[in-house]
């Protein structure tokens, strides 16, 4: 098989496709569509989201200093669809997709009732890295719909069927091929 050179870009893949909700759940809030996320440590638990300057979100996560990072199933890809592909300057996507804001815990931002995983954080640190800036967040709660849970309290993936993009296109996820350490476990 013959290996070429690529231009630099993006194409860490598959990339979560997550619905970021911020503002405040009693004034002004928004739901924004981002990729560019993932795990940043696990003790305390952080998470990062690249976010344009530009977007409306940017803003009120700024001014807030909290946002919600809500899981989406892949039944919700056309809402993750809309709230990518729409400001929040000229629509109120709650409204927009007969989402329901739920009100967290810890953080001010609305988490999303539909999805399944909702991260509450608060950010720590925020990265001008060049087109987009990187809000570095404390996951200071998590709020899960029980059906999502396996018989431990864990998460089940086959219960929530996460979202992905990749190659600009949505994804779900397959089958569980392996269980973390299945290599050092004894015969």
């Not at 001010?108 to 800036?133: M, Q, T, W, Y």
Request: proline content about 6%; charged content about 20%; hydrophobic content about 40%.
């Amino acid at each position: 098989m013959a290996r070429i050179n690529l231009k630099p870009s993006t194409s860490l893949y598959p990339q979560p496709a997550i619905m970021v909700s911020c503002g405040d759940f009693d004034g002004q809030k928004n739901i924004i569509t981002l990729a560019w996320a993932g795990v940043a440590c696990s003790e305390p638990p952080m998470v990062t989201i690249g976010v344009r300057p530009q977007r409306f979100s940017y803003g009120l996560i700024k001014q807030s200093g909290e946002f919600v990072v809500n899981l989406p199933g892949t039944g919700l890809v056309r809402e993750t669809d809309f709230c990518g592909n729409i400001s929040g300057r000229t629509a109120d996507k709650f409204k927009a997709l007969g989402l329901t804001p739920l009100k967290g815990a810890v953080v001010k931002a609305p988490a999303i009732a539909e999805c399944p995983v909702n991260l509450e954080c608060r950010v720590r640190e925020v990265l001008h890295l060049g087109s987009h800036d990187l809000f570095v967040g404390e996951v200071v709660n998590i709020i899960a719909d029980e059906r999502a849970l396996d018989g431990h309290g864990r998460l089940d993936l086959t219960r929530i069927s996460p979202l992905a993009y990749g190659g600009g296109d949505y994804w779900s996820l397959g089958q569980r091929i392996g269980v973390y350490g299945f290599t050092k476990k004894k015969a």
